[in-house]
Nanobody, 123 residues
Framework: VQLQASGGGLLQAGGSLRLSCASS????????MGWFRQIPGEEREFVAG????????TYARSVAGRFTISKDNAKNTLYLQMNRLRPEDTAVYYC?????????????????WGQGTQVTVSS
């Protein structure tokens, strides 16, 4: 399974970005998915998760109300809409495919990972 993340960039605080994650897996629609982020020298941090159907989502407290995770099973694609971005959102963002139908905030529960896309927010 290959996950290809895209959509990162450099922007000013208050702006918006939408990250995409295209999956090569034919059974993408049966998996929960998640987004994580990482700053150099720190552990990977959970950002958002979504169940296999897209029916349930969850967010880290730091992004709740600003970020929206979604998945289009027909297109085998996961999204992360990021609004009202802040400098502290600067990180490499990774998409991940869970080893089941649900989501998890633990990186150990994810089986496949994308290569990461850089998001840089200036003040």
């Amino acid at each position: 399974v290959q996950l290809q993340a895209s959509g990162g960039g450099l922007l000013q605080a208050g702006g918006s970005l939408r990250l995409s994650c295209a999956s090569s897996e034919r059974t993408f629609g049966t998996r929960g998915m998640g987004w994580f982020r990482q700053i150099p020298g720190e552990e990977r941090e959970f950002v958002a998760g979504i169940t296999w159907s897209g029916g349930r989502t969850t967010y880290a407290r730091s992004v709740a109300g600003r970020f929206t995770i979604s998945k289009d099973n027909a297109k085998n694609t996961l999204y992360l809409q990021m609004n009202r971005l802040r400098p502290e959102d600067t990180a490499v963002y990774y998409c991940a495919a869970a080893n089941g139908r649900g989501w998890s905030s633990s990186s150990g529960d994810y089986e496949y990972w994308g290569q990461g896309t850089q998001v840089t927010v200036s003040s």
